[in-house]
């Protein structure tokens, strides 16, 4: 672990003040060879007020200094925040200043790994920080406090427990090995016990859909026949010319996609290449990137302009079928009475799948729309319920120990021999470890991997 003292600023330019932090076994006297009142001896968690001098006594700000001694400070060391005033000069004196009393410049994110490895939080908090920095709305910030407070983590303690639970049923399967009679007890219990475990590895799995959902945008696919005002609609629903509008039929060819907030929800909609058969090679790889985007989206927009066919209304459920599939009509304002006709036809067929009638290009119906797309989802799948994974880091983790599990489980019904069995127990133990860092020893590469997404000064 470095031993040096780090110094960064803390906020952005350009506000009225700026905060400059220092972290570090020297940080309390390196500030106190700059400040004009004596602070070496100040008292944990105090205000002071002075001034910064450079080395010839010149003023270089008024600001405060809070001091924080170990181990009650963010980073868990000794830690100094200046505030001054917020012009990049006063900034760039005062970090110059700090540099040649000995402060190295912070590397991104490195408060936080200090954080993390002076034991002030887990990995999967310190995740979280940059999460609750990043976050944007209500959903994801309710994500990141959430991770930050340690739900996940507790989560991941009380499967820690039942592994280790489960070891020591093994170890007394062991004990008792001696005795030819109890050889290969009863193993149901055991194999009951690491069914509960893996199952609930992989709800925790299962979550990561609606986490990465909420922290990416929930995908919503554009889908349609061409020239039905698929990028029309994009554009209505993104307040923004982000898609080429024409009459010409196959104006879309590629995927074209952008976030936006609905009821403090981020969505991320897709607008896709018109549908049809095609001799044009592009065109057809544009299609095939429209039928895939149905696979990954959690919301279907199947845009028409006319009515469909009974086949075509079947293709569209079939390919939905475990998606929120909402019918719109598009084009209301050119011939209301065949959009109602659309829209009666439709329900008649498939009662239960919601239709909104739209005109894109006037803007008529998009509010119902959102509402729509915003109601379609349940609770379940946007609640930032107390677990809900939204790392990829902690997903791969996840399904790594639900694989070590599987061949636990495996070998218990073979009747392999306990001390075997317990080896793959130890894995699937040291994965879910390796997601909060429990033992503070992770490569240097996945701290590296996970530090890298910080800013300077956090
Ligand atoms: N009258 C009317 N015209 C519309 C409406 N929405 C779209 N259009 C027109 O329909 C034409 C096609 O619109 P686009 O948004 O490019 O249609 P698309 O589905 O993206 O088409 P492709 O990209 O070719 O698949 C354009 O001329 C739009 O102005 C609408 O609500 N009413
Ligand atoms: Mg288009």
């Known amino acids: 672990m470095k031993k040096d003292t780090i110094s960064a600023l803390a906020t952005p330019v350009g506000g009225a003040i700026c905060v400059i932090r220092l ?31 450079d080395d010839d006594r010149c003023v270089v700000d008024d600001v405060i200094i809070a001091v924080y001694r170990a181990p009650h400070s963010y980073t868990g060391e000794d830690s100094i925040e200046i505030s001054c005033h917020g012009s990049a000069y006063i900034v760039q004196q005062i970090l110059i200043l700090l540099e040649a009393h000995g402060a190295r410049p912070a590397e991104p994110g490195e408060y936080t ?62 004990d008792f090995s001696d005795h030819e009679e109890l050889e290969f007890a009863d193993r149901r219990e055991l194999d009951t016990l690491a069914h509960e475990i893996d199952n609930h590895i992989l709800n925790l799995a299962d979550s990561f859909k609606t986490g990465n959902a909420v922290k990416n945008g929930i995908p919503v696919a554009i889908v349609g026949k061409t020239n039905v005002g698929k990028s029309t609609l994009l554009n209505a629903l993104l307040h923004e010319d982000r898609a080429i509008v024409s009459d010409v039929h196959g104006t879309t060819r590629d995927i074209i996609e952008d976030t936006t907030t609905i009821n403090g929800l981020l969505f991320r909609f897709i607008d896709t290449a018109g549908l049809r058969k095609t001799d044009d090679t592009i065109e057809r790889i544009g299609i095939d990137r429209a039928l895939s985007t149905i696979n990954r989206a959690m919301v279907v927009l199947w845009v028409i302009d006319g009515m469909p066919t009974p086949e075509e209304l079947n293709d569209i459920q079939n390919r939905c079928k475990d998606k929120h599939l909402i019918i719109v009509v598009n084009k209301t304002d050119i011939d209301k009475d065949a959009s109602q006709a659309t829209c009666s036809f439709i329900a008649s067929s498939t009662p239960t799948t919601t239709i909104i009638k739209i005109s894109a290009k006037k803007g008529n119906g ?93």
């Open 23 to 53: 972290s570090g076994p020297d940080a309390i006297s390196i500030a106190d060879t700059i400040f004009s009142r004596d602070i070496a001896t100040a008292k944990a968690n105090t205000l002071h007020y002075g001034e910064i001098m």
């Open 113 to 174: 790994r200090r954080a993390y490895l002076n034991g002030k939080m887990d990995l999967s908090q310190a995740e979280a920080v940059a999460d609750l920095i990043a976050s944007t709305n209500k959903a994801q910030h309710d994500l990141a406090i959430s991770q930050l407070k340690g739900h996940f983590s507790k989560e991941l303690d009380n499967l820690r427990e039942q592994l280790l639970k489960l070891t020591s049923l093994l170890e007394l399967e062991l």
């Open 366 to 458: 998009i509010q119902q729309l959102e509402d729509a797309i915003y109601n379609s989802l349940s609770l379940a799948e946007t609640t930032s319920a107390d677990v809900v994974v939204s790392s990829a880091r902690h997903y791969t983790i996840l399904m790594k120990a639900h694989d070590h599990l599987s061949a636990v489980i495996d070998k218990l019904s073979a009747g392999i021999s306990a001390d075997l069995l317990a080896e793959d127990l130890k894995l699937v133990i040291d994965d879910l470890a390796s997601i909060t860092g429990q033992d503070r020893i992770e490569s240097q590469e996945t701290l590296n991997f996970i530090f890298k997404n910080f800013c300077i000064g956090k």
